[in-house]
């Protein structure tokens, strides 16, 4: 079987080799990304929240299954935590962004905290990419990480992934037996993955583990996103954040080098309202 790629997070690394592995199997790991304190802020920050969410979708259909019966789904994320927003904007994740996506022309697509709860079924196998259907290109047209705020083990659901599907023809196509493995990795790891490859959350076989993670993903700038920041997020909070937070949620217009501007207000930059 197939495995992802590893990298240890708390030392110098060469993005390069993080970035060969990435595009060659989809997705890479990098272990200790998320520092010890700022990983214990997270966990201190959303504890409540989680606590006091109840799990499953209020979507009848196909999104009930998708989102899980026993899963916690919770966003706008920056009401409840300075540290999210910091991690927002490490340097390092926003590199993954203008590496694929192009530099300043890319969207926060969703800051969600994926909590999968004991007795959750395996999610059905996916390509991120499949939200916009009909923007689907041959290069990105979203990338994501996932930062795990507990450890991701079999047994509690850690992500399932194909290595090597994002280069696999067709729009979804099967994953035959032995071509999966599970993003198994500690505590303020990182799985960074391609819209394009194929994958979805592991089942949660324990009785009494939360499996829990930050699920934040980019999306090319002119595509819409599945967040609606401009609801989830209070104008107040959002006039406090980093500049590049703002932009990153929304709240500052889209201009890209060639091509007319969007997101605009009273015909300029969002920005005039913060």
Not at 6 to 15: I, P, S
Request: aromatic fraction near 10%; hydrophobic fraction near 40%; include cysteine.
């Amino acid at each position: 079987m197939r495995e992802l790629q590893r990298f240890d997070g708390t030392r110098d690394l060469d993005w390069d080799t993080v970035w060969r592995a990435f595009e060659d199997d989809g997705a890479a790991i990098v272990e200790g990304f998320v520092d010890p304190r700022r990983l214990a802020r997270l966990q201190a920050d959303f504890e409540p929240l989680i606590a006091g969410h109840a799990p499953g979708s209020t979507t009848a259909g196909l999104w009930t299954e998708f989102h899980g019966v026993q899963t916690k789904r919770i966003t706008g994320l920056p009401r409840h935590s300075e540290a999210w927003v910091e991690l927002l904007c490490d340097e390092r994740y926003l590199a993954m962004g203008d590496r694929y996506l192009g530099a300043d022309d890319y969207w926060l697509n969703t800051g969600q905290l994926i909590s999968i709860g004991p007795g959750e079924t395996p999610q059905l196998l996916h390509r991120d990419e499949l939200n916009w259907p009909h923007a689907v290109r041959e290069d990105e047209i979203t990338v994501t990480a996932i930062f795990a705020l507990t450890d991701f083990s079999e047994e509690n659901g850690a992500t399932v992934v194909a290595p090597g599907s994002n280069h696999w023809e067709g729009t979804l196509p099967p994953t035959p037996p032995g071509t999966t493995c599970q993003a198994t990795m500690p505590a303020g790891s990182a799985l960074l993955y391609s819209g394009k490859v194929i994958h979805g959350g592991g089942a949660n076989r324990t009785r009494d583990q939360w499996r829990v993670g930050l699920h934040a993903g980019f999306c090319r700038g002119w595509l819409r996103a599945e967040e609606n920041f401009q609801l989830t997020v209070p104008l107040e909070v959002a006039r406090e954040l980093p500049a590049r937070a703002q932009y990153l949620m929304g709240f500052r217009s889209y201009a890209p080098d060639f091509g007319g501007r969007l997101g605009l207000v009273d015909y300029d930059d969002a920005a005039r309202l913060l």
